[in-house]
């Protein structure tokens, strides 16, 4: 018979926990700590979508021995004192966000982060949680659009981490807050408070994580969500379509991904007479390898290159106020019925 995990009965502490989920990141920027990292999230058959056995082989014969090198180096490139930016940032995040729900909720209600690949694991960040208390669990994956490639995945891992324990606790779990008014606020406060500063490009893109084009084909949401959420924020702005380009960043591999593609979007648009562009990254809750290197170094690089003039990144929400508050209202939303965040309380805010 199996064995499942019990925990002792813990001193009193918060009975509502709320984890925010990351992707993850490597422990360090060299390429052993980035070949683990790698081997554990291409490992995850909702990321890569192929038989089995032909992507065994195609990871460890070639992913595995070509890849870490190159990606330790542009992990060095961002890689801060304090270590990894996502991993810094998203541990900011939930330490603000605690501070926060503890104002509305004092003492009832804890927040930590984990990461669906490496360090902190769900599964060390849940069972750290039981022994404080835990009854109650919100599961809040930061990946604004759903995709099977990423909350399916947290979902996926939640399950495994649950199946163990002899007492699981109550659970929700949000699959998405791509069109939340709150969040598209503070998107929109981002870029307005960009523009006070730098002034405006003439063309804002707007640069999502990538997919291959058969997952929408076979189902997948992510790219209408995508699209939700650029018409949401545009409408916000009250700028013109013209203004607005939706690309998708990072792709891999030969077969085609959603598309246009920010590199190739990005070096044409010089030629169209483009001389000054934003781009803002709002599938990212945190500033990572993906909005760091790839697009506030490489594009810059390639659009200045190409005849460009001036390129602003914009931020992702990191840990501001804005993400704070909305968080903070989206969870307070989803524990409605909870006793910890019962009719009673009241918002000084």
């Given at each position: 018979?199996?064995?499942?995990?019990?925990?002792?009965?813990?001193?009193?502490?918060?009975?509502?926990?709320?984890?925010?989920?990351?992707?993850?990141?490597?422990?360090?920027?060299?390429?052993?700590s980035v070949r683990r990292y790698l081997s554990d999230f291409l490992s995850d058959?909702?990321?890569?979508?192929?038989?089995?056995?032909?992507?065994?082989?195609?990871?460890?014969?070639?992913?595995?021995?070509?890849?870490?090198?190159?990606?330790?180096?542009?992990?060095?490139?961002?890689?801060?004192?304090?270590?990894?930016?996502?991993?810094?940032?998203?541990?900011?995040?939930?330490?603000?966000?605690?501070?926060?729900?503890?104002?509305?909720?004092?003492?009832?209600?804890?927040?930590?982060?984990?990461?669906?690949?490496?360090?902190?694991?769900?599964?060390?960040?849940?069972?750290r949680l039981a022994g404080e208390g835990m009854q109650r669990l919100l599961v809040?994956?930061?990946?604004?659009?759903?995709?099977?490639?990423?909350?399916?995945?947290?979902?996926?891992?939640?399950?495994?981490?649950?199946?163990?324990?002899?007492?699981?606790?109550?659970?929700?779990?949000?699959?998405?807050?791509?069109?939340?008014?709150?969040?598209?606020?503070?998107?929109?406060?981002?870029?307005?408070?960009?523009?006070?500063?730098?002034?405006?490009?003439?063309?804002?893109?707007?640069?999502?994580?990538?997919?291959?084009?058969?997952?929408?084909?076979?189902?997948?949401?992510?790219?209408?969500?995508?699209?939700?959420?650029?018409?949401?924020?545009?409408?916000?702005?009250?700028?013109?379509?013209?203004?607005?380009?939706?690309?998708?960043?990072?792709?891999?591999?030969?077969?085609?991904?959603?598309?246009?593609?920010?590199?190739?979007?990005?070096?044409?648009?010089?030629?169209?007479?483009?001389?000054?562009?934003?781009?803002?990254?709002?599938?990212?809750?945190?500033?990572?390898?993906?909005?760091?290197?790839?697009?506030?170094?490489?594009?810059?690089?390639?659009?200045?290159?190409?005849?460009g003039e001036k390129f602003h990144f914009i931020a992702c929400l990191n840990d501001?106020?804005?993400?704070?508050?909305?968080?903070?209202?989206?969870?307070?939303?989803?524990?409605?019925?909870?006793?910890?965040?019962?009719?009673?309380?009241?918002?000084?805010?």
């Amino acid at each position: 018979m199996p064995r499942y995990l019990a925990f002792p009965a813990p001193e009193k502490g918060p009975s509502l926990a709320v984890v925010l989920v990351n992707l993850g990141t490597p422990d360090a920027p060299d390429a052993a700590s980035v070949r683990r990292y790698l081997s554990d999230f291409l490992s995850d058959p909702r990321v890569v979508e192929q038989p089995r056995w032909l992507w065994w082989l195609i990871l460890h014969g070639f992913v595995l021995r070509v890849r870490p090198a190159r990606s330790a180096r542009a992990y060095q490139s961002i890689w801060t004192a304090d270590g990894s930016p996502l991993q810094v940032g998203t541990c900011q995040l939930a330490s603000r966000l605690d501070a926060r729900l503890q104002e509305l909720a004092p003492g009832r209600v804890r927040v930590l982060h984990a990461m669906r690949y490496g360090a902190p694991s769900l599964a060390d960040t849940l069972a750290r949680l039981a022994g404080e208390g835990m009854q109650r669990l919100l599961v809040v994956p930061l990946f604004p659009q759903f995709s099977a490639t990423t909350t399916a995945s947290v979902l996926d891992a939640l399950g495994r981490v649950l199946a163990r324990w002899r007492r699981p606790p109550e659970l929700r779990f949000v699959s998405d807050y791509h069109a939340d008014e709150m969040h598209i606020d503070a998107l929109a406060r981002s870029v307005q408070a960009h523009w006070q500063t730098h002034g405006r490009g003439e063309r804002l893109l707007l640069s999502f994580h990538g997919i291959p084009q058969r997952y929408v084909e076979n189902g997948d949401p992510y790219l209408d969500q995508c699209r939700a959420t650029a018409a949401a924020l545009q409408a916000r702005l009250g700028i013109e379509d013209q203004q607005v380009i939706v690309c998708f960043q990072s792709r891999v591999g030969r077969e085609p991904w959603l598309q246009p593609y920010f590199d190739a979007t990005l070096d044409a648009l010089p030629a169209q007479g483009v001389r000054s562009v934003d781009v803002l990254s709002p599938g990212f809750a945190v500033d990572c390898l993906e909005t760091l290197e790839e697009i506030a170094m490489r594009g810059r690089d390639s659009f200045l290159k190409a005849g460009g003039e001036k390129f602003h990144f914009i931020a992702c929400l990191n840990d501001s106020d804005d993400q704070v508050q909305a968080l903070a209202s989206l969870i307070r939303r989803q524990c409605a019925g909870w006793p910890e965040f019962s009719a009673r309380l009241v918002d000084p805010a």
